[in-house]
């Protein structure tokens, strides 16, 4: 049935109800402060009509009004740029066609937003008027329009927020058996094959470059994780991870708790970091463990020291002394990057930190409950009662786009 005859059938006002979205997540909100009346009402006012019968929304009466300013200066650019632009030198035509571009990435979903508030209302009045031929029809489709309302806040908060060039990179990858002992070795061994088959999913390169293992227990282990924005959807995943399980060695059936950490270091170039011959310190020396003859015989492994910060990486996963500088390069690169970069960071970023957390691995961000099926972030508080999903790597992507949420709101927050 077509909206002009939705219209036609619609005999009661509009009103605002509170919705919800059917998540298949458990979400345990913090408690929040209540506005005075004089601020409901006159946060209520700087809303755009229908927004409340959206629920719960992300996006706040101010963010509201910088839409509206930008939905004005977009007009204002796609109607300059429509005109007779043959006044305008090169640089200001391309100024104004990126101006024009940039803006319209953050207008084109805000105008979807305001026509899906404006359906939000229509559906309401129709879920309202009490004819049953349409009630049925009208909650579908208010729950597909709700979907829709949160899939464009989302690319709003997006756009609105700076970019930061290390998201579009790859990523290395570290995760080290913490405490625990052969059952820490494990858990690190099944966090590292989670994040394999959520690469799987994602279509990135996985490739690892060091590996300290013996069968399924894995002490150490170093992953390059090549494609499009890797780094942008791990960055979260640094701190440290902890299982609660029985072993499969445990008579008892007791519950253990091991933990293991996990670090996600931007992939850098010599475009990102320059790092001079003189400031590196190398030294060669037999490798130690499995791998024949060739392993303990020969000057293969490397260490290098990178002597104004200290940082040392060795590497001897490879038989050629050549590759195992070249990965061991590799690594210390990208530290050398993260290290720059998070100095950078945490002199602008100290709101993400409250929240999100540093990354760092002396944080608890994530416990593996496997009695009760459950995932929890402790970061946002937030937990997924599918474990198996999680760890399969099918379901890692509901907790990557909490955190990322939860990170953005508090940029923005910032930026008010």
């Not at 803006?103 to 937003?113: D, H, S």
């Not at 470059?209 to 979260?236: C, P, Q, W």
């Not at 009695?371 to 099918?394: C, K, P, W």
Request: charged residues 30%.
């Amino acid at each position: 049935m077509s909206r002009p005859l939705f219209r036609r059938l619609l005999q009661r006002p509009a009103f605002s109800v509170n919705g919800s979205f059917g998540q298949r997540v458990c979400l345990h909100a913090t408690p929040r402060i209540c506005k005075a009346p004089a601020a409901q009402a006159a946060a209520k006012d700087a809303l755009p009509p229908g927004s409340s019968l959206a629920g719960k929304s992300s996006l706040t009466p101010r963010i509201h009004e910088k839409l509206r300013v930008l939905k004005t200066k977009y007009e204002g650019l796609n109607e300059r740029m429509s005109g007779n632009v043959s006044d305008l030198g090169r640089d200001e035509l391309a100024r104004l066609s990126k101006d024009l571009s940039d803006t319209g990435l953050i207008v084109a979903p805000y105008t979807r937003l305001l026509e899906l508030y404006d359906e939000l209302v229509e559906l309401q009045q129709m879920i309202d008027s009490g004819d049953p031929t349409f009630r049925e029809m009208a909650v579908e489709e208010k729950q597909t329009a709700l979907d829709s309302v949160a899939a464009c806040e989302r690319e709003i908060i997006g756009g609105l927020l700076p970019k930061d060039s290390a998201e579009k990179a790859g990523a290395i990858l570290e995760i080290r058996a913490g405490t625990g002992g052969d059952e820490a070795s494990l858990f690190s061994g099944d966090l590292l094959r989670m994040y394999e088959r959520f690469a799987q999913t994602k279509g990135w390169k996985y490739k690892p470059i060091s590996m300290d293992a013996e069968g399924d227990m894995v002490k150490e282990a170093v992953v390059e994780v090549s494609g499009r924005g890797v780094f942008g959807v791990l960055m979260f995943e640094s701190g440290v991870h902890r299982v609660q399980r029985v072993p499969a060695t445990e008579s008892q059936g007791r519950v253990h708790t091991s933990t293991v950490t996990v670090a996600v270091l931007p992939q850098a170039t010599d475009v990102h970091i320059e790092i001079k011959d003189g400031d590196l310190r190398i030294d060669v020396f037999r490798a130690s463990g499995k791998g024949g003859q060739h392993v303990n015989t020969t000057d293969s492994a490397v260490r290098i020291t990178h002597i104004p910060t200290g940082i040392a990486v060795e590497n001897q996963q490879e038989r050629s002394q050549i590759r195992n500088r070249e990965k061991a390069m590799q690594i210390l690169r990208a530290r050398l990057y993260d290290r720059e970069r998070q100095k950078a960071e945490s002199q602008r970023r100290e709101s993400r930190n409250r929240l999100i957390g540093t990354g760092d691995r002396s944080e608890k961000c994530r416990t593996y409950n496997y009695a009760q099926n459950r995932v929890t972030d402790h970061r946002i508080n937030f937990s997924l009662y599918d474990l198996e999903g999680v760890m399969n790597g099918s379901s890692l992507q509901y907790i990557v786009d909490q955190l990322r949420m939860q990170n953005d709101l508090d940029e923005l927050a910032r930026m008010e």
